[in-house]
């Protein structure tokens, strides 16, 4: 049982290049969640996901793209790095219970745009 | 949306002393609160977490209150020791129905020996 792990765990872009980070959960959670992190701002979410086939914006999108093709599977896509997207980016899910509402995170991706 | 205040930002507190940590949010129907405790260069992991129709709940030196009136909630630490070094982050949403959790800012804890 893995919980939920990100690849890569680094990587520096040049600006205008693409790249796409996974998440995959083994825990047959049902939303996943992506975060960034910046010095002095904590998370904030990116995009999320409650079931196959079903994404949403959060609070910061642009920029971003995502994918859910399989449960398991959270990808986060980046058509056009920019610098203001250097930044660590974590991967969350959690049961859709209503007894745990929880999240498990991932280790994330440290991200550097130069 | 949800927005959620942390402060402090930094808290520095001697090792056996407490440390509090106070959040406000915005949105009245929010009804779940958790605090993320963040080592260096890991994940945030849930430490605690309180639902809106508890005022406080406790876990050995950690513990939340909540006070729905004034929307905020606190996190206390007791006898603190140097493994308590960490940025804390509080959070909020209002499942169900929401599934998001909008975080705070954090707050970064020293414990000095």
């Known amino acids: 049982n893995a919980g939920v792990t990100q690849t890569p765990k680094f990587r520096v872009l040049k600006t205008g290049q693409s790249m796409t980070l996974l998440c995959a959960q083994d825990m047959n959670h049902e939303y996943m969640y992506w975060y960034r992190q910046d010095p002095g701002m904590g998370l904030r979410l990116i995009h999320y996901s409650v079931g196959e086939g079903t994404t949403a914006k959060g609070e910061v999108p642009d920029g971003y793209n995502v994918s859910r093709l399989k449960k398991q599977n959270f990808l986060l896509g980046l058509e056009s790095a920019a610098p203001s997207q250097t930044s660590v980016y974590f991967c969350?899910?959690?049961?859709?219970?209503?007894?745990?509402?929880?999240?498990?995170f991932g280790s994330g991706t440290r991200l550097t745009v130069v | 949306g949800e927005n959620v205040e942390q402060h402090p930002s930094t808290l520095s507190v001697q090792e056996g002393d407490s440390a509090v940590i106070k959040c406000t949010y915005s949105?009245?129907?929010?009804?779940?609160f958790p605090w993320y405790k963040q080592e260096l260069g890991k994940r945030p992991q849930l430490i605690i977490d309180?639902?809106?129709?508890?005022g406080e709940k406790k876990d050995q030196r950690i513990a939340v209150t909540l006070n729905k009136t004034a929307k905020h909630f606190s996190l206390h630490i007791t006898e603190t020791q140097p493994e308590d070094s960490a940025v804390y982050f509080c959070a909020a949403s209002k499942p169900p129905n929401d599934y998001k959790l909008s975080f705070g800012a954090g707050t970064t804890v020293t414990v000095r020996a």
């Open positions: 949105d009245s129907a929010s009804n779940y």
């Open positions: 309180i639902r809106s129709n508890v």
């Open positions: 969350a899910s959690r049961f859709p219970s209503t007894a745990n509402y929880g999240y498990t």
